[in-house]
């Protein structure tokens, strides 16, 4: 397939496209083909799931292991994990094995009358609607002995694993890790972007999943490496980036996987055969992806109330805020009282629009901290 841009930012990630994370892919390789389970954490869009379907295509794993992948970041109801769940595993059956797919379809009694069947092949169709799971822990149960049966062994990614400790129902976590403990042919990767709360899942020893994954951190790409990889991408197609020009935008960014790619990926559609990409080229470039965010970012902020907006705006001029209801950081930035700054401050932390690193905070997008800077502050950056 005939790629037009090298820098890939949606979809799966074609090996020779793929930037560095040699070490991180042989270490979470390595721990799930050996039995363990991983706890990878990173901020969001860092490349969790990139790394992962690159791990899933590397033949140790994907000539062995039949591998699952469901993102939970919307998810609010045991009912929408299970739906995501059997549709995934029903998906990756559907690629590769009728018969299994038809025993798949047989063995979730709770919801079989649900299953549509194709007329031309005979096989299964996921028509299910998320309302008809009227008894969500019995259907996850028959997935999860489906996957018990299986000769072939699993590899399950869950991607915003720590989102399950927000569901409606009592004891989710128990009822997971009850299941997870009777397969004995499958392991899994849970991912995450909320360190405080991934922490806590699997290092208090009086929750469900206490010791029962090691952790797996992973960093932003180093400079140099990224700045090799890009440079080389714009060379091979007959045009050229100047190093200096990366170095700016792995800055502004933060290192963060998904607007590197973004802003280099623009970039390079501006750049003609022979010509070079420099700091006009990108500037354009990051301008671009603001525009395009402008309008969900102001919509956000549109239901935020003033004294959350106010302590975020203050997050993100300091970039990571330390102490954020001391006397100093609530005089600096003119907030109202340190109890309204530890209330706007959870709010925040629910809602996603920061993060906490022991007493640090930050904000977790970092062009919605560009965007803030650039709105409501005369910040240059």
């Not at 721990?31 to 295509?57: D, H, P, W």
């Not at 992948?69 to 549709?87: M, N, P, R, V, W």
């Not at 980036?241 to 933060?254: C, I, K, R, S």
Request: with cysteine.
């Amino acid at each position: 397939m005939k790629i037009n841009n090298p820098f890939v930012v949606a979809g799966k990630i074609p090996h020779e496209l793929f930037c560095d994370r040699k070490k991180e892919s042989q270490l979470l390789t390595r721990a799930v083909t050996n039995g363990n389970n991983v706890v990878l954490v990173s901020a969001r869009r860092m490349g969790k799931t990139g790394l992962i379907q690159y791990c899933f295509e590397k033949p140790e794993i994907k000539d062995y292991y039949a591998t699952f992948y469901i993102d939970i970041l919307q998810t609010s109801s045991l009912k929408e994990f299970t739906y995501l769940f059997g549709k995934a595993v029903f998906q990756r059956l559907a690629s590769t094995s009728q018969r299994r797919l038809k025993q798949f379809a047989a063995i979730l009694h709770s919801i079989s009358g649900s299953f549509g069947f194709d007329p031309f092949n005979g096989t299964p169709t996921f028509n299910l609607q998320l309302g008809e799971i009227s008894n969500p822990a019995l259907t996850l149960d028959e997935i999860f002995r489906f996957l018990a049966d299986s000769d072939t062994p699993s590899i399950i990614a869950i991607d915003e694993f720590q989102q399950i400790s927000n569901y409606q129902e009592k004891n989710v976590e128990a009822m997971l890790r009850s299941y997870i403990q009777q397969l004995p042919n499958a392991n899994f990767v849970f991912a995450g972007s909320e360190r405080h709360l991934l922490q806590q899942m699997f290092s208090d020893s009086a929750r469900p999943f206490f010791n029962s994954a090691s952790f797996m951190e992973l960093n932003p790409i180093q400079l140099p490496d990224y700045t090799e990889f890009a440079t080389d991408l714009f060379q091979k197609n007959d045009k050229r980036l100047e190093p200096e020009v990366v170095a700016t935008v792995y800055n502004l960014f933060e290192g963060n996987t998904f607007y590197l790619q973004k802003t280099f990926n623009i970039a390079y559609s501006k750049t003609g055969k022979d010509q070079t990409c420099d700091a006009a080229t990108v500037d354009e470039s990051v301008n671009e992806i603001l525009a395009s965010f402008d309008t969900i970012y102001r919509e956000m902020l549109s239901n935020v109330a003033e004294s959350q907006k106010q302590l975020l705006i203050a997050i993100s001029q300091e970039g990571n805020a330390e102490g954020i209801t001391s006397a100093r950081f609530i005089k600096k930035y003119s907030l109202a009282s340190a109890s309204s700054v530890q209330a706007a401050a959870r709010k925040l932390l629910a809602l996603g629009f920061i993060v906490r690193n022991n007493n640090t905070y930050r904000i977790q997008d970092p062009l919605l901290r560009i965007w803030l800077l650039r709105t409501y502050t005369s910040i240059p950056i």
